[in-house]
């Protein structure tokens, strides 16, 4: 069972299949888990009057609708929020690199990266 005090995790990750794995990891160390599947349900959700923000997002780069660049550099300017930001891919540029480093991550992690890594790296992040 996860408390009311849980961290809450936005995971925005277009693979079914590791969404999958992430929510199930996650979940089983105490936290709380939101997705969004691509990057307009992302954007939605973190807009959402609804909604509260998330204590940290795991960030896919490749998604459908809107990359996560572009929901990074929205969170930044836009929302003006700096929750922690782990970026999980399996690829980007040189280019969306250093967009990402220069908007402000936490962590950059090419998949298929270990769960205790992730752990370590979500600790990190939500003691900062």
């Known amino acids: 069972m996860i408390s009311e005090t849980a961290s809450r995790i936005l995971i925005v990750e277009d693979n079914a299949e590791l969404l999958h794995v992430l ?10 888990v939101m997705d969004a599947r691509h990057g307009a349900e992302a954007l939605v959700q973190l807009t959402s009057p609804a909604a509260s923000l998330p204590d940290l997002i795991i960030l896919d780069v490749n998604l459908p609708l809107e990359n996560g660049v572009g929901i990074l550099g929205f969170l930044r300017r836009t929302l003006h929020s700096a ?8 690829s980007a ?5 250093k967009e990402l480093a220069a908007l402000g991550i ?9 769960s205790n890594l992730l752990l370590k790296e979500i600790g990190k992040a939500l003691s900062s």
């Open 106 to 114: 936490s962590a950059y992690l090419r998949k298929p990266t270990g």
């Open 23 to 32: 929510r199930e990891l996650l979940t089983r160390h105490g936290y709380a």
């Open 83 to 90: 929750i922690p930001v782990i970026v999980l891919t399996a």
């Open 93 to 97: 540029t040189e280019e969306q690199e």
